[in-house]
Every structure is written in C-alpha cells, then in structure tokens.
C-alpha cells in the first residue's frame, strides 16, 4: 500500500507512474558513470582505478567518510571493492571531487549535444525541486548527502543534481526492501544479471565479487527457488554460478520488490502528483536519448 499523503500534497494514485518517473530519473542520471569525462577529471588527481574514480564520485557529498560507510550506503559492492578507495580524499577532497563530478557531466552533456531550451529546463526544475524540497530523508544518507550539496551554477548540470538526489532516494529505499526481503549484497547482483540486467562479467568487475561468493549467491537463489540452475549431478563441470535465469517464483519475488519500492517512493512524488510525475519523465528524455544515440549505454546492456 502506498503511504498516505500529507494535507496539501496532490496524491500519486498510480504506481506504475512511481515505476515510470523512476526509470526516467535513472535513465538520466546514469551516464555520469560510463562517460570519459569523469576518468579524465579523476586522472588530474592521479587517480586511475576506475573502481575508486566511481566510489570517489559517487560519495563525495557525503564528506571524508571512511570506506566502511561507503559500502555501507552502496550496499551491492564487495568489502575488497569499496576498501581500494583508500587514499582517496588524500588525492583530493570531498569538495574537489564533486566539483570535477560537475564539470564532468557538464562536458559530458555538451559533447553529446544534449538539447534542453531554458523552458525545459525551467519547466523540469518547477517539477523537481518541490519533489527534493519536500522529501522525507530519515533512512536516506545518498539522497540526503546529495540534497545538501550547493547546486552549480550550470543550469543543465543544476538539473542534473536534482536528478542525483531523487535517483539515490529511490536507491536509498530499494536497499531498505531488499535487505526486508532477505536478499543480500552479492544475491541482488545474482538476481539482477539473471532478470536481464547488465551482464554478469561486467557486474562482477565492478563489484568484486569471487567465484565463491557469486557461487553461494547463485546457491542460496536457486535454494529459494528463484533461479533455475543448469548445475546438476550429471553436469557437475558446469559451475552453480551459471544460471539459466528466473524461475516464475523468482520473478514475482523480483516484482514484488519492485511493486514494493514503488509503494515507499509514491510519497516521494506526491508533491506533483501523476501528472507532474510523467511530464518530467518527459522532460528528461532528451538526456537519455542524447547519450544513447552517442552509444554511451552499450557497455550496460544486457548480454
């Protein structure tokens, strides 16, 4: 069930609106991460790595904090993965990495030719600066960290921001019901590739995680019977980490946490209401479609 409105707030009725506008805010805030740009800003510090480049971006706003409490946040890495990002507020600080995260989207965005006239882009942010003004943070560190970060003067890259903070307040609640679901850090990977996410060797590079523990996720899924595994007694060659997919009892557990998030985020944009809701999933396409059209997503998609 949805959370109730508070009085004055238009209600959202539908959630396959919550589903929409949440894909739309995604779709626009992911390029940040595949982009040359932000590699070429990190590299001005020395740094390289493309593992702790990301975790330095993505949590700088909330300050110095150790790697514990990035792995924390971030929920799906290994504790290998996030611990490389050692030394890096030492290369630089919070605040130097989040002002080369803007500029790098900046550069990012004008490159492809993202084209937004000054009354989309007016028309957005009156959508979704109420949205980030009236949300709820309790139990939302990125989206709280984000939302405290002093929006640049770019007003593309301004929008931008306010995308960040929504996408990581979904982010933030998806983790809540995952760990409600009992599906753990390296299980959700597992899950996702086999749903038709981006593919399992690029997760697995990223994230960290051994033959063993991909292995036991895989196991524990395919115990729960989510995962139709071809491992068998009388195919032992063939790893457990390789499984044939969803069973029908994995994609509805897989929906319902979806149809469940959805319910957490409905509050989120009750300010605007259905209709405010898609209108700016409108308004962000053409960020998605510049990037597409640039080939920024062929990493990402499925195997």
Not at 118 to 123: G, K, N, Q, S, T
Not at 161 to 167: E, G, M, W, Y
Not at 208 to 222: G, I, P, Q, S
Not at 267 to 280: E, V
């Amino acid at each position: 069930m949805a959370p109730p409105h508070l009085p004055g707030e238009v209600p959202v009725r539908g959630l396959d609106t919550v589903r929409e506008v949440g894909r739309a805010v995604s779709a626009a805030h992911l390029f940040t991460y595949l982009v040359p740009e932000g590699a070429q800003e990190a590299a001005e510090f020395g740094v390289t790595d493309r593992g702790p480049v990301y975790l330095a971006f993505r949590s700088a706003a909330m300050g110095a904090v150790p790697w514990q409490v990035t792995l924390a946040a971030f929920y799906n890495f290994s504790p290998r993965a996030v611990r490389a990002m050692d030394g890096v507020w030492d290369a630089a600080s919070p605040a130097r990495w989040q002002a080369a995260r803007f500029r790098a989207v900046g550069r990012a965005m004008r490159r492809v030719g993202v084209r937004m006239p000054a009354d989309r882009l007016a028309e957005a942010r009156s959508l979704i600066d109420p949205v980030v003004a009236a949300a709820d943070y309790a139990g939302k560190p990125l989206a709280a960290a984000n939302a405290s970060v002093a929006l640049p003067a770019d007003p593309l890259v301004a929008l931008w921001q306010q995308i960040t903070v929504v996408r990581e307040w979904r982010g933030d609640a998806h983790l809540v019901v995952l760990a409600d679901n009992g599906v753990g850090p390296c299980d959700c990977l597992v899950l996702h590739t086999a749903a038709g996410g981006p593919p399992a060797a690029l997760v697995r590079t990223t994230r960290r995680w051994n033959d063993e523990e991909w292995a036991a996720a895989t196991a524990r899924l395919v115990a729960r019977g989510w995962l139709d595994s071809r491992a068998t007694d009388t195919d032992a060659d063939v790893p457990l980490a390789r499984a044939l997919g969803l069973t029908d009892a994995g994609a509805a557990a897989r929906e319902r946490i979806e149809a469940e998030t959805d319910a957490h985020c409905a509050a989120l944009w009750a300010p605007i209401g259905d209709a405010g809701a898609r209108r700016l999933a409108a308004l962000l396409a053409p960020i998605t479609d510049a990037f597409t059209a640039a080939g920024t997503f062929e990493a990402v998609r499925p195997a």
